[in-house]
């Protein structure tokens, strides 16, 4: 026998999951409609040399590829890599297809544009709790805008949706890849092995100081001053200021903190977001009761180009919809339009359809179900999923929706 089961990462969502989800969903689309941004939707597949072309990090080693049509055994022989195999892949982010996105249709689109892409993404992850292989990804993003505009825009609403959210104690932890830079050059760190050091100071939340300091000190990379840097939080550090922080670019960070001061913005010279496209302002979203992030982004004037020949400056902001979904708590729905007809077989479907639309034109939710031997069941089951209101329907009943008799499920 086949196996019943999704694949192994992917997950199936009975309806109560599913209108939760999509509660949540529309509130978080509501707010950023609300701060003038405009829904887009591009496929969930893009041309596998896009998504391999250095934009991605290391998410182009988790993206599913797809094969090319018509392979021929000669094809496999041939391949000396299984990538040769894909002209297709599935999409590991929103925001390369957004680049290309607006590559295609920049004549279309307003000087500055404010997008919302709500979709899911693939990514051959290694399951755990917390993480996926198929996952929902809620983006802002603000194309066109070079000054700090767009940062405060984008922390605005997402802190709009937070809080509509009813997410209290979130922070937004901030830095700049210039401050960065500055840390690295700070210990000396040569030119070619930045990267490799980005990476592992960005595992400093999971192996700790000490963990980051002997990798570190695998590579070669001496450390002396890495313990400041990593406990430094403050935003008054101008007042004695470290070699190793970049003045313009903290100034900057100043600035964006005193536009938005409804966020709980903390400056941290250790937040590195593992995407190599970020070319200024970075940020992720902490919440205290979690160990990782519920979402972040960046400034990353450099990838459009890519696409484009011409630079053109973005900034954008994603949430990490299947981390902060658990942790919402909706208000519980009164369903008072919603009704359950318990009908007997042997209700004629005319009297049937006649009932259901003229409740629906109410603007009722309507369900029609057989009536069971175990009524009260029934009824607690029909509850539980949102029902309100139910009523008998017999064989002998009228067309009439008047002539119902609605009793509470509770």
């Not at 496929?43 to 392979?71: M, Q, T, W, Y």
């Amino acid at each position: 026998m086949p196996s019943v089961t999704p694949p192994r990462g992917m997950r199936d969502f009975l309806p109560t999951e599913k209108t939760r989800r999509e509660r949540v969903l529309a509130i978080i689309r509501d707010v950023y409609r609300s701060h003038g941004f405009d829904e887009i939707e591009t496929p969930v597949v893009e041309d596998s040399a896009r998504l391999h072309s250095g934009l991605g990090g290391d998410n182009e080693k988790l993206a599913f590829g797809i094969l090319k049509r018509g392979l021929t055994r000669d094809d496999l022989a041939a391949a000396s890599e299984a990538l040769e195999l894909a002209d297709l892949g599935l999409r590991f982010d929103l925001t390369v297809p957004l680049a290309r996105f607006y590559a295609t249709h920049r004549a279309a689109l307003p000087p500055v544009f404010r997008s919302i892409q709500i979709a899911p993404v693939w990514r051959a992850e290694r399951p755990q709790k917390g993480r996926f292989r198929q996952f929902v990804q809620c983006d802002i993003d603000i194309i066109g805008e070079a000054g700090p505009l767009a940062e405060v825009e984008l922390i605005t609403a997402t802190t709009a949706a937070l809080d509509a959210l009813g997410l209290e104690g979130c922070s937004i932890r901030i830095n700049d890849r210039r401050i960065l830079t500055g840390l690295l050059t700070h210990w000396n760190v040569p030119a070619e092995l930045h990267e490799r050091a980005l990476i592992t100071i960005d595992k400093l939340d999971k192996i700790g100081p000490e963990g980051v300091a002997a990798e570190l000190a695998e590579h070669g990379i001496a450390t002396e001053g890495l313990g400041a840097a990593l406990e430094t939080r403050g935003w008054d550090l101008l007042d004695d200021a470290p070699a190793w922080l970049d003045a313009d670019a903290y100034r900057a960070l100043l600035e964006l903190r005193a536009a938005v001061p409804q966020a709980a913005l903390v400056f941290d010279p250790t937040l590195v977001r593992g995407m190599g496209y970020y070319t200024g302002t970075i940020f992720e979203v902490a919440h205290p009761a979690l160990g990782y992030s519920l979402g972040g982004g960046g400034r990353y004037d450099g990838m459009i180009g890519r696409f484009l020949g011409t630079d053109v400056p973005a900034t954008g902001f994603s949430l990490g919809f299947e981390r902060l979904v658990d942790l919402v708590e909706l208000p519980g729905e009164d369903g008072a339009d919603s009704v359950v007809l318990l009908h007997d077989a042997r209700v004629p479907a005319a009297t049937l359809v006649a009932l259901k639309t003229a409740l629906v034109g109410e603007g009722r939710r309507v369900r029609l179900e057989r009536r069971p031997k175990n009524t009260k069941a029934a009824l607690e089951r029909l509850a539980a999923e949102g029902f309100s209101l139910f009523a008998f329907v017999n064989a002998d009943a009228s067309t009439d929706a008047a002539a119902l008799e609605l009793r509470p499920l509770a």
